[in-house]
């Protein structure tokens, strides 16, 4: 099914469903309490007349009197609500987003809410989600990461990977503010860092953020179809304007001056407009400016925080 019909149903499917729910409840309470019929008939009622009352006299200030008519009327029915152990709001209109009343346009543009249902489509956040239940800050355990100090280092693993937590609080703490604070997580395979991702990822989608989560294997496929299989661009679009965009496992294995040039094209204007990424790679600083020789690189990475996990391999532990 093309995005757009998917994204008329989800609104039009919200909209249905919250209408068939507010239907129910009235007719639940006017059965429980006829008074609350009565009084929904009086409000219409008064306020029918008063609109055609003001079409007739456009001067009258009559109208002033009926509206604190209704007001009073509606103060009314909230205390007949709460005496009978009803929530005031619970005759309202529901919406599923509160910003765009489930239309999907706030303030002129694409609500919040569409971009996010945009992103869980093209994305496939099925998965994702999935692996975020499992890996997050409730599941992250400090206790399997090595005591044994590392001399090259001075510290142990598990020292390094609580300087990491703070920083990966912090980086989600001061998510919202312009601060120029990117980070790339770096060391071999094994160390955690897909998992901290995950982590920091889980917490930045809680605040409603659009937040795109790929592979560089991936993003470069997205780069790679559109601009060889001339497909839609909105995929690719995101990249560049997600709120926050994660890049696992950036390596040397798919490189080529094309895909350098447009991954470092993305980086560089999320950069410019002060959105924030962030990267892990098996490469080292080094590593990666051998491999990415272009002169944006060293532009690029200055604006990212290096984070470095050391350590014996986690995935081989687990197997103990
Ligand atoms: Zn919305």
């Not at 599923?96 to 910003?99: F, G, R």
């Given at each position: 099914m093309e995005l757009r019909t998917k994204i008329s149903n989800y609104y039009e499917n919200n909209r249905r469903k919250n209408e068939e729910i507010h239907e129910r409840r009235v007719e639940e309470v006017y059965k429980k309490i006829p008074e609350m019929r009565e009084i929904d008939a009086l409000i219409k009622n008064i306020g029918i007349k008063a609109a055609i009352y003001q079409i007739k006299n456009p001067d009258s200030d009559k109208t002033i009197k009926d509206s604190q008519e209704i007001y009073n009327l509606k103060q009314k029915k909230d205390e007949i609500l709460t005496k009978n152990g009803y929530p005031k709001d619970y005759l309202e209109e529901i919406y599923?987003?509160?910003?765009c009343h489930d239309t999907g346009v706030f303030n002129g543009k694409k609500c919040h809410c569409m971009q996010k249902l945009i992103v869980e489509e093209l994305y496939d956040m099925s998965s994702i989600s999935y692996m975020l239940e499992k890996e997050n800050f409730d599941t992250f355990d400090l206790n399997v990461f090595s005591e044994k100090t590392y001399e090259k280092f001075g510290l142990s693993p598990r020292e390094n990977m609580r300087g990491i937590l703070t920083i990966a609080r912090n980086f989600i703490n001061t998510f919202d503010e312009k601060n120029d604070v990117n980070l790339i997580f770096w060391g071999p395979t094994g160390q955690g860092k897909t998992f901290l991702l995950n982590c920091i990822a889980k917490e930045i989608i809680k605040t409603d953020a659009i937040v795109i989560y790929q592979t560089a294997y991936e993003i470069l496929k997205t780069i790679e179809d559109r601009k060889f299989r001339n497909e839609k661009t909105e995929k690719y679009n995101l990249f560049f304007e997600a709120d926050l965009l994660i890049v696992d496992d950036l390596g040397i294995e798919m490189t080529n001056a094309f895909t350098n040039s447009e991954i470092f094209n993305i980086i560089n204007t999320r950069l410019l407009r002060g959105k924030k990424t962030l990267i892990s790679t098996n490469l080292s600083p080094k590593e990666l400016s051998i491999t990415y020789t272009d002169r944006v690189f060293s532009r690029v990475f200055q604006k990212f925080v290096p984070v470095r996990f050391f350590g014996p391999d986690l995935r081989w532990q687990e197997e103990k």
């Open positions: 599923t987003c509160s910003d």
